[in-house]
């Protein structure tokens, strides 16, 4: 019911910033919440940041607290993820998530990789 379409993932070096955008196949004021999770190799899937759509109240997890910044703009039916001062131990695959009516949609994935 909600297709995800993700961009602007990439190579940096320690310390830059990249900001990856989730698009939305409709409304994203018909979905409850957008988060963004990451996979690493070998690890399973984290949540990295969470938010209420119609609240604008976002959550993150400790370890990105002051680091990233999730958003949306109602108007592009769009959500992104603002990624300052990456570490190498943000490298990842990261996640688009949509909620929706208790079920789950997801984007395609876009590598992030912080290597110097």
């Known amino acids: 019911q909600v297709q995800l379409v993700e961009s602007g993932g990439g190579l940096v070096q320690p310390g830059g910033s990249l900001r990856l955008s989730c698009a939305a196949s409709?409304?994203?004021?018909?979905?409850?919440?957008m988060r963004w999770y990451r996979q690493a190799p070998g690890k399973q899937r984290e949540l990295v940041a969470s938010?209420?759509?119609?609240?604008?109240?976002?959550t993150y997890a400790d370890s990105v607290k002051g680091r990233l910044t999730i958003s949306r703009d109602n108007a592009k039916n769009t959500v992104y993820l603002q990624m300052n001062g990456l570490k190498p131990e943000d490298t990842a695959v990261y996640y688009c998530?949509?909620?929706?009516?208790?079920?789950?949609?997801w984007g395609q994935g876009t590598q992030v990789t912080v290597s110097s």
């Open positions: 409709r409304s994203i004021m018909d979905v409850s919440a």
């Open positions: 998530n949509a909620y929706k009516s208790s079920n789950n949609y």
């Open positions: 938010i209420i759509i119609y609240s604008a109240t976002t």
